[in-house]
């Protein structure tokens, strides 16, 4: 069984910085991408930040400058860094993998931590 387990949530004033840590256990043959969405109360989830097996890491431009993603291979950990925060930033976090395990590519998901700017 593969789980991802975030940690590094909290509460933030704007202009400050937090960083988020998803380890990702069980038995992973292959990590195709692991990356970052969010979702405030209310908004659909959004793309935060996704990193891809030999790729560069992609951002939409709400988080762009402000935002560094991250991974650590030998123990399929993925982090974001996160600078300048915004209120607008405040949303639940929610850890992503694209693994293959015993030969099925799946979607894995984190159970989530809030992140909260206060202005």
């Known amino acids: 069984q593969v789980q991802l387990v975030e940690s590094g949530g909290g509460l933030v004033q704007a202009g400050g910085s937090l960083r988020l840590s998803c380890a990702a256990s069980?038995?992973?043959?292959?990590?195709?991408?692991m990356g970052w969405y969010r979702q405030a109360p209310g908004k659909q989830r959004e793309l935060v930040a996704v990193i891809r097996s030999g790729g560069s890491p992609n951002y939409p431009d709400s988080v762009t400058g402000r935002f560094t993603i991250s991974r650590d291979n030998a123990n399929n950990t993925v982090y974001l860094q996160m600078n300048s925060l915004k209120p607008e930033d405040t949303a639940v976090y929610y850890c992503?993998?694209?693994?293959?395990?015993?030969?099925?590519?799946?979607?894995?998901w984190g159970q989530g931590t809030q992140v909260t700017v206060s202005s």
């Open positions: 069980g038995v992973i043959s292959s990590i195709n991408a």
């Open positions: 992503y993998g694209s693994l293959r395990r015993v030969g099925v590519l799946r979607d894995y």
